[in-house]
């Protein structure tokens, strides 16, 4: 069992920043792929970031995020990150961490993801 905390989500101006963060359980959170996903009210969870597990180094970002977002990881910490610049009112969502311990092969499928955190809202105002 996996278990995922989030933290760091708030409230930020239009062009501001935020980092969050995901702290795991785990013996193995170095062979996980982790992934970003978030929520905006009335739509469906869609995919942010991935990182692939140590060894292969490999990130995924969503076209939309893609230059302002960076997910980054500590597995001495078993925390990964998401630092996220140039925030814009349509990143406002609540933001969840996922982990793959199998690595499926597609790392923007929610449904490969077995483990998720309980989310933390980011709210981006103009």
């Known amino acids: 069992q996996v278990q995922l905390v989030e933290s760091g989500g708030g409230l930020v101006q239009a062009g501001g920043s935020l980092k969050l963060s995901c702290a795991a359980s785990?013996?193995?959170?170095?062979?996980?792929?982790m992934g970003w996903f978030r929520q905006a009210p009335g739509k469906e969870r869609g995919f942010v970031a991935a990182?692939?597990?140590?060894?292969?180094?490999?990130?995924y970002y969503a076209d939309s995020v893609k230059g302002r977002f960076t997910i980054s990881r500590d597995n001495a910490k078993s925390t990964v990150y998401l630092q996220m610049n140039s925030l814009k009112p349509e990143d406002t969502a609540v933001y969840y961490c996922?982990?793959?311990?199998?690595?499926?092969?597609?790392?923007?499928?929610?449904?490969?993801?077995?483990?998720w955190g309980q989310g933390t809202q980011v709210t981006v105002s103009s």
């Open positions: 785990g013996r193995t959170f170095s062979t996980y792929r």
């Open positions: 990182s692939s597990s140590s060894g292969i180094s490999t990130t």
């Open positions: 996922a982990a793959d311990p199998n690595r499926g092969l597609r790392p923007r499928d929610a449904t490969y993801y077995d483990y």
